[in-house]
């Protein structure tokens, strides 16, 4: 079963404008992960940010995380054509695997 | 450095046949994840190893999959009989201590006809 929810599942946006993403999660977790696919292949972590953080920034990507809301949200801004991929939110069971969410499919048109 | 390799990139069988599938985490790596991803949906887990050991192997769907690590390095993931339902993207991941981040192959395209 799969814990996480992306919201949306599909995003379509211009280049340069900001793409944002949602994720809501069921328990408890000691961090959230967001990664990137391209082409249904293997996913590039995009960042991590711990339960006791409240935001983490990385180049064009900001994410934050709410614990009291089970929620996190990945914003990326001026996005580009090459942004265009899967978008997976992941969080942590106790035992250190991950449990995804369905993914938020992003098209960033030129 | 090297990432995470998986071998081979794309396997296509006929139901009832026995597949592995390989995968070469980053050196160093003393946790190792096996997950499987359908058409459309996020990868869901199968099996971590801690070193040698299978930490937790509740994502295993039945007793047709199987995986072993035997040096805490390189790792097999084993099907027998494989079903046409069987067919998905297998992706292995590893990590530095299991509670960090994991990183990921390529994946192997599994093909049951």
């Known amino acids: 079963s799969q814990q996480g929810e992306e919201d949306p599942q599909a995003l379509s946006i211009q280049e340069g404008e900001n793409a944002t993403m949602n994720c809501s999660y069921k328990?408890?977790?000691?961090?959230l992960q967001w990664y990137r696919q391209n082409s249904g292949r293997g996913l590039v972590h995009l960042i991590l940010?711990?339960?006791?953080?409240r935001e983490k920034h990385s180049g064009r990507l900001r994410v934050t995380l709410d614990t009291s809301k089970k929620s996190s949200s990945l914003l990326i801004t001026a996005s580009r054509a090459a942004d265009t991929a899967s978008y997976f939110c992941?969080?942590?069971?106790?035992?250190?695997?991950?449990?995804f969410g369905q993914g938020t499919e992003l098209s960033v048109k030129p | 450095g090297a990432g995470v390799s998986q071998t081979p990139s794309n396997k296509v069988t006929e139901k009832g046949k026995y597949v592995e599938l390989r995968c070469d985490p980053i050196?160093?790596?003393?946790?190792l994840y096996w997950y499987r991803q359908s058409l459309g949906q996020g990868p869901e887990f199968l099996i971590y190893?801690?070193?040698?050991?299978?930490?937790?192997d509740s994502g295993l769907p039945n007793d047709r999959f199987f995986a072993v690590r035997p040096e805490g390095s390189v790792s097999t993931l084993k099907i027998q009989r494989t079903e046409r339902g069987d067919s998905a993207v297998y992706l292995c991941?590893?990590?530095?201590?299991?509670?960090?981040?994991?990183?990921f192959g390529p994946g192997t395209r599994l093909t049951v006809l």
């Open positions: 190893f801690q070193g040698t050991g299978a930490a937790d």
């Open positions: 991941a590893s990590s530095l201590y299991g509670t960090d981040t994991q990183y």
């Open positions: 050196s160093g790596h003393t946790a």
């Open positions: 940010i711990r339960s006791n953080e």
């Open positions: 328990t408890s977790i000691n961090n």
């Open positions: 992941a969080t942590d069971a106790p035992s250190g695997k991950l449990i």
